[in-house]
């Protein structure tokens, strides 16, 4: 009762705002006036569970973030294994999506970049050349650690996916995982994914379209 009196004292006077039910930021004034916390932060609460991420930001705000769409959307979603995170706060609106596998501080950011090649051909204004490119550098920017992972995670995603992702990993030799993520694809599956051999030339010896 005591702290939240005091809280009560703070937003009278306002020191602090309150974005929902027990959460609250403290404003900045710039030049522009007040700044709000952008919506990473204000999701921050609902991305953790006793200190430990379970639940992850996709959709088109992620692929936004990547640049793989100029399109902004009102409505965020929150991948996660364990849980079915739904917010209502304000301009901020999330609901849940189902992660493959569970979420973690130290594979998030893989799984994202795999939902991003998942809804590759859903994803508002994508021009798959641009989206290839942005794909190939960011795989050369990881660890062979992180590309065994990636590989590992794959697994578990459409089979589309697989084949996306093996297909960019042998255009930019690197070849860890290749073979199981061979394995695990059906030689008489086709993927239309509206990718032109131009754009990825190992398109074709993984039947992507």
Do not use: C
């Not at 893989?110 to 794909?135: E, N, Q, T």
């Amino acid at each position: 009762m005591a702290a939240a009196k005091v809280m009560e004292r703070l937003q009278k006077k306002g020191l602090i705002k309150k974005i929902s039910k027990g959460v609250f930021y403290k404003p900045k004034i710039s030049v522009f006036g007040e700044l709000r916390p952008n919506e990473q932060e204000i999701l921050k609460p609902y991305l953790f569970q006793d200190g430990k991420r379970v639940a992850y930001i996709t959709g088109t705000y992620l692929y936004n973030q990547l640049g793989l769409t100029t399109q902004l959307t009102t409505r965020i979603k929150i991948a996660s294994r364990s849980k079915r995170i739904y917010v209502n706060t304000g301009a901020i609106k999330a609901s849940p999506v189902k992660s493959y596998v569970d979420v973690t501080d130290g594979n998030y950011q893989l799984l994202g970049f795999l939902d991003a090649m998942k809804d590759l051909k859903i994803i508002p204004d994508v021009d798959s050349r641009s989206a290839i490119m942005i794909f190939s550098n960011r795989i050369k920017q990881l660890t062979n650690k992180e590309i065994e992972e990636m590989t590992n995670y794959a697994l578990v995603y459409p089979p589309r996916v697989r084949a996306l992702l093996g297909a960019i990993l042998e255009q930019v030799n690197r070849t860890r995982g290749i073979k199981k993520l061979r394995e695990k694809l059906n030689p008489l599956s086709h993927f239309n994914l509206g990718i032109k051999p131009d754009y990825l030339k190992s398109a074709s010896n993984w039947n992507i379209q």
